[in-house]
């Protein structure tokens, strides 16, 4: 048997990462097994539902080297991979329901579920579809329809049973048919609801195996019918741990952690992302002894259901922070300053033409911080001492050490550095040979220099610095002060 394994977002806004590390899971679940791994979409949400938001979930996808083998852009043996392009089957399958009794017409007006709802909510009950329309007469039934009311399909729960299953992560987990109402399966305009298409997209794509976030559990007793009336077989369906931020609480749009593009935007790597995911409930062969840094062939390789937990896990930024650096430090300098390149573009700090046209002395400046930085949003702030073209400079620093008394040194050093070789050793030898022949203190000569080229008190080496910020620049920051 061939593992297949799903995701089926709705393209109603950016990618979540609690849909991510579902995604994930999934997929290294099928690439441990050599299954296939589908996207489909949910978008029966006809207003919320937008082309743009397909694209950002492959463009997101994509980013993090999640490959899927079938889908709405690469077609596949068991497509059409959108929901509203799958209505006719839905209605097929309905009328089939229908037809066996397992569903049926209800033309109760929203006014009348309405009231249903309050009375339950006043008497402190779950509100449960009261049954009006379950034993229509065909006569009662065309009255309705002379009014012109439209009727919703509605599936009729069997009472008094137990349904259950054996849930991949959890174990076995039942319940009891009363506690669920008669459902909608189809609206009045032809509208799947959730959980009738999502069983006909299942069955019909043969999944083996459904993964999912916790929260669905509830949905799965209402599947479970639908898969029993219609006489299918349940595929495998286990049920993973939510993510929390520290607090206990959920990931949030509004903190900026929620959206996989927040992250991608903040400067984190796909490959940390990944790595960092995959650890949140599951636990990766060697743990024990610390192993947690896994390549995608080792996450592939290692994955096992069998090491989920179904508890809830940390979504920790400041081990994801730590997990980019050491992920940055890996990258060889030439990678890291083209991965750095469009945030320090983005800062406004350089452009990308003079990048490439300086590609040399970019990596140089890239060097200065590539073992210095968790994200690469952090890039910009540490080199724009470098990259600007104008700075300024700290008021309290100017006054202590931009003072008259530093003008013969300015004068002598600027002199030496319009002709010295551009290299860092005959800058420093100029500088240092300066300084003593004048018989001056560090704090007397080294760092107005650095005050006067970076703005600031603090920079790099001040002989690599000034290398780096090149000769034009350094002679033109030095020269108020001659
Ligand atoms: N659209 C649902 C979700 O993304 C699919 C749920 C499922 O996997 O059954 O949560």
């Known amino acids: 048997m061939t593992i297949r394994v799903r995701i089926a977002p709705s393209p109603t806004g950016p990618i979540h990462v609690g849909n991510v590390h579902t995604a994930l899971f999934n997929w290294l679940y099928a690439r441990r097994h050599g299954g296939k791994f589908i996207l489909r979409f949910e978008d029966t949400d006809r207003e919320r539902s937008r082309p743009e938001w397909e694209q950002v979930i492959f463009e997101d996808l994509d980013w993090l080297g999640i490959d899927w083998d079938e ?258 430090r890996k990258k060889s300098l030439d990678e890291f300053a083209e991965l750095a390149l469009p945030f320090v573009v983005k800062s406004g700090l350089y452009t990308e033409e003079k990048a490439r046209a300086n590609w040399d002395w970019f990596k140089e400046v890239m060097a200065q911080v590539h073992e210095r930085v968790e994200t690469l949003a952090e890039v910009p702030e540490h080199v724009d001492i470098f990259l600007k073209d104008e700075i300024e400079v700290d008021e309290k620093a100017a006054k202590k050490f931009l003072t008259d008394a530093v003008k013969p040194f300015f004068q002598r050093v600027s002199e030496g550095l319009r002709t010295v070789e551009w290299t860092i050793p005959a800058i420093e030898k100029l500088v240092r040979s300066t300084q003593e022949e004048m018989g001056l203190k560090p704090k007397e000569s080294f760092q107005p220099i650095r005050v006067a080229i970076t703005g600031r008190t603090a920079s790099p080496g001040l002989f690599e610095t000034i290398y780096l910020i090149g000769r034009e620049r350094v002679l033109e920051r030095m020269a108020p002060y001659c």
């Open 71 to 328: 889908g709405p852009d690469k077609g596949g043996p068991y497509g059409p991979y959108r929901q509203t392009e799958r209505l006719e089957l839905y209605r097929q399958y309905a009328q089939q329901l229908l037809e066996s009794g397992h569903v049926y017409k209800c033309y109760c007006t929203k006014e009348e579920e309405d009231a249903d709802r309050r009375e339950a909510q006043a008497a402190g009950r779950p509100y449960q579809y009261k049954g009006r329309c379950r034993d229509l007469t065909p006569e009662q039934q065309a009255a309705f329809e002379a009014e012109g009311r439209k009727p919703v399909l509605r599936f009729r729960v069997p009472k008094g049973e137990v349904i259950g299953y054996n849930d991949l992560i959890r174990g076995p987990i039942e319940f009891p048919t009363d506690s669920i109402g008669d459902f909608i399966i189809m609206r009045a305009n032809g509208m799947p609801l959730y959980n009738f298409a999502v069983v006909i997209d299942d069955v019909t794509m043969k999944i083996t195996h459904i993964l999912r976030g916790e929260g669905h559990i509830s949905n799965t007793p209402v599947q479970l019918l639908i898969y029993r009336a219609l006489g299918f077989p349940v595929p495998e369906i286990g049920h993973l741990g939510h993510m929390t931020n520290p607090e206990g609480g959920k990931l949030s749009k509004r903190k900026g952690d929620a959206a996989i593009r927040d992250y991608r935007e903040q400067g984190y790597l796909p490959e940390a992302m990944l790595n960092f995911m995959s650890l949140l409930g599951w636990t990766p062969p060697g743990a024990e002894s610390g192993r947690e840094f896994l390549t995608k062939d080792e996450l592939i390789r290692d994955f096992d259901l069998g090491r989920v937990t179904k508890a809830s896990s940390v979504f920790d930024r400041n081990k994801l922070n730590w997990m980019n650096g050491v992920y940055i």
